[in-house]
């Protein structure tokens, strides 16, 4: 489905909002989904209380949760309703494969993408990039920056088992000042050859390219021993985004990623409702007079609003089909190995929701769930990282466009229900309760040079064992005075990582991974990495 895994190694405005409204999680709920490879049990909790501040005491594991359950097996599970595939003779299906959107999706035309190509040019500032050796003046200059993250609040011993950077128990959580759920990154760089701080060039390939992974440019940074990571890095040459992918050389060791896959089983179930209501219903609809949306917004909060994340998630693969969300991580869509796998629930019985979608339009489906459970969830950081990728740019790469998903439900995927009455407008993947990639620099820098038009989409896992997982976009763009993008100086990034040891305590492995994070979004807005 456009990429080629036939990889390369190179070797050698901020509107703060309170965590204590609905935002909030409660109840100490999972947020991870298995033991081992055959059962799935979810034990992380995602409660709103203080981070403990003994950094360097040895926090015992946190029991399994009450509500608990183990996973059914790791045996795929049969589909219990067909789906049609795609096929010549089914237009509908054809155009899954093709660059047109299939019927119903309304793709926008990008905001500001006929002007990105030939900026309104107001004067030698915004027409040269700030290079080395350049003598041109950098309208935002970085603040140098403490590679140490902002330290505990006061109230962080409250609870052990929630933490200041998965958790924001410190209530440090921002969203852009700008609402705009048809956003995209305002980022422009003139060519596909990139030139860095220190003078070297890096290049950055089409989505079709086979993949080159660069193993070297984190060699030297102080990254915490077993952290497994990939930055996907995204420049935009006229509109269209091309890629360079870095990594510390483990971007393809398959481990459990815990909740961390929940936005997937999402994905899949808008999927499997598009192609069995022929593009009619999506996750724009409402089961039982809620909107479907609220319900991805609860699993990434954990507000427990009245069902807890862990279950919904694995409504959500009852709706997909189990085995349909394991085809997508080979070749229904990612092309990825043969030993990475998903489809497993996470860890408790699916919320008791019923099947019957409607939207507000009159149209309506009827599925047939899928009990039980599926494959084993046992994926890499570099497909978490893509999967992102593809959906967060569903508008712009046409070619590795999820099969049957349409734009509105990408758009309810990152923002959750439009107009929400519970949430608001950052619902959705906005919402999610890690704060990894906001405490990687200084935001109130970033959005006050992207005029309020920032992002960031993110989901957390937490292993029963201390295993921290994160997967996020975010867009940093600096913005001239008319607002256009200044070139080459803004930032889009994937960044997808698990850290399963390091640290006294839980706590500490926290702030370690929020160290790396910073370390490297440090390198990559000042254009080291």
């Known amino acids: 489905m456009g990429t080629r895994w036939s990889k390369v190694r190179v070797v050698a405005g901020v509107a703060l909002i309170a965590a204590a409204c609905a935002c909030s999680g409660s109840g ?77 999706d309304v793709v926008p035309e990008l905001p500001g993408l006929p002007d990105v190509a030939e900026p309104d040019v107001k004067g030698p500032d915004v027409t040269e990039p700030d290079v080395p050796g350049s003598d041109v003046a950098d309208p935002w200059p970085v603040p140098e920056l403490d590679p140490e993250p902002a330290m505990p609040c006061p109230e962080a011993n409250d609870d052990p088992y929630t933490f200041q950077f998965l958790d924001d128990v410190c209530h440090a959580k921002a969203w852009p000042t700008v609402v705009d759920r048809d956003f995209a990154c305002p980022v422009l760089d003139l060519s596909a050859d990139v030139v860095r701080a220190d003078g070297s060039t890096v290049t950055f390939a089409g989505a079709d390219a086979p993949v080159v992974i660069d193993a070297t440019a984190l060699a030297g940074l102080d990254l915490p021993a077993g952290l497994k990571v990939v930055l996907l890095e995204i420049v935009r040459v006229d509109g269209a985004p091309r890629f360079r992918y870095v990594s510390n050389g483990t971007e393809d060791e398959a481990v459990q990623p815990w909740s961390s896959t929940k936005f997937l089983a999402v994905a899949n179930a ?34 427990d609003e009245p069902y807890s994340s862990n279950s919904l998630a ?23 190995p043969a030993d990475e796998t ?25 599925l047939t769930p899928d009990p039980g459970s599926g494959p084993a969830n046992h994926l890499s950081v570099l497909t978490l990282a893509e999967a992102l990728k593809r959906l967060v740019l569903h508008r712009e790469v046409a070619s590795q466009r999820l099969p049957g998903i349409q734009w509105l439900d990408v758009k309810t995927l990152l923002y959750g229900a439009a107009g929400s009455a519970t949430y608001g407008d950052w619902g959705g993947m906005t919402a999610d309760t890690a704060i990894y990639l906001q405490a990687a620099h200084d935001l109130s820098y970033l959005a006050a040079r992207s005029q309020g038009r920032w992002r960031i989409f993110s989901k957390l896992g937490l ?50 991974l929020a160290r790396a994070y910073r370390t490297l979004m440090i390198r990559l807005v000042e254009s080291w990495l």
């Open 314 to 336: 694995a409504w959500f693969h009852d709706v997909g089909l189990h085995q349909r969300a394991n085809d997508l991580i080979h070749e229904a869509w990612l092309d990825r």
């Open 28 to 104: 100490g709920q999972g947020r991870g989904d298995t033991v081992d490879d055959s059962m799935v049990v979810d034990v992380d909790s995602s409660d709103s209380t203080m981070l403990t501040d003994a950094l360097s005491v040895d926090v015992p594991a946190p029991p399994p949760p009450d509500d608990g359950r183990p996973d059914l097996g790791s045996d795929a599970a049969e589909p219990l309703v067909d789906i049609p595939e795609a096929n010549p003779a089914d237009p509908a299906a054809d155009a899954l494969e093709a660059d047109a959107p299939p019927p119903g």
């Open 463 to 512: 292993g029963s064992q201390g295993q921290f997982v994160h997967v996020g976009y975010a867009c940093w763009p600096v913005l001239d005075a008319d607002g256009a993008p200044v070139p080459g100086k803004g930032r889009e990034v994937v960044v997808a990582a698990q850290l399963a040891t390091g640290g006294a305590s839980w706590a500490e492995r926290d702030r370690l």
């Open 342 to 366: 998903f489809g497993g629930n996470y860890g408790e019985a699916p919320a008791p929701l019923p099947f019957t979608f409607e939207e507000a339009g009159g149209a309506s489906v009827t």
């Open 270 to 303: 808008a999927a499997r409702l598009r192609i069995a209501s022929d593009y009619e219903v999506g996750l724009t609809a409402s089961v039982g007079g809620v909107p479907v949306g609220d319900y991805v917004t609860s699993i990434h909060t954990y507000d």
